[in-house]
């Protein structure tokens, strides 16, 4: 029964594979400088991701009532928020005529069609699903590991450290591909908020409106073999500490 799924998701690849013209394969103009923005900047929004994302999936999972649902709704409405909508939003926030636009303009700086939008765009696009994916690896540590910790005098840090974070880690794991891949996937909010420095997915675009989808395909690849490599390896690291931990 499982058989029809399997099938209907493998025929974009498999059709990849028969209609990619590899006797020709070649990188068009300023593909190259996609491909670095796209993995430079975006190992920088990832780390900022993390940074910023781990203590709030970890308030998430240990808060409770109000607190809770208020801040589940604040990280659920980006995500649910269409990306070509959310570039709108990010132009009429930071943009040179909004709010914070404007602050921005009085230090002599912009957040428009730059390295610090496009990275930003990248944060907002990926950010709440880290969060979410990391709050729910957060949520499975059991309490009474916790409380056994905190009886034996483990401080507040130390039981995040060394209890929460290794029995979380294949969760947090899956959260941190989704989040690479959202980052450097990112289309719709690039597109409208940090069209300049141009990363993969727009190049892609522009190439296809300019040559047609010949043209595309060897910057495809370049897309997948950035993008792929992290999830597959943490999907790996993360099955082995799985299993090791049932061992156990």
Not at 80 to 89: C, D, E, K, R, V
Not at 104 to 118: D, I, K, Q, R, Y
Not at 185 to 206: N, R, S, W
Request: hydrophobic content about 55%; charged content about 10%.
């Amino acid at each position: 029964m499982s058989l029809p799924a399997i099938l209907l998701l493998s025929i974009p690849f498999i059709t990849l594979l028969s209609v990619t013209p590899w006797h020709h394969l070649q990188l068009a103009w300023r593909d190259d400088h996609a491909i670095v923005v796209s993995m430079g900047l975006g190992l920088l929004a990832l780390g900022i991701i993390i940074t910023i994302g781990v203590p709030a999936a970890w308030w998430l999972s240990q808060a409770t009532g109000r607190k809770r649902i208020i801040g589940e709704l604040l990280v659920m409405i980006p995500l649910l928020t269409p990306p070509l909508a959310m570039g709108i939003l990010l132009v009429s926030a930071f943009g040179p005529y909004g709010l914070v636009g404007q602050w921005l303009s009085l230090l002599g700086t912009t957040l428009v069609n730059n390295p610090a939008a496009f990275v930003l765009a990248q944060v907002y696009g990926a950010l709440p699903y880290f969060i979410v994916v990391a709050r729910s690896a957060f949520a499975t540590v059991p309490r009474a590991i916790l409380e056994a910790g905190q009886t034996l005098g483990a401080s507040g840090w130390n039981r995040f450290r060394f209890l929460t974070l290794p029995l979380a880690m294949p969760g947090l794991a899956s959260a941190v591909t989704l989040a690479w891949v959202r980052a450097v996937g990112e289309f719709g909010i690039v597109m409208i908020f940090a069209y300049f420095p141009q990363g993969i997915p727009v190049k892609l675009y522009t190439n296809l409106q300019n040559d047609g989808v010949d043209a595309v395909y060897t910057l495809l690849w370049m897309l997948l073999i950035v993008t792929l490599p992290l999830p597959m390896v943490c999907f790996v690291l993360g099955k082995r500490a799985s299993r090791g931990r049932q061992q156990a």
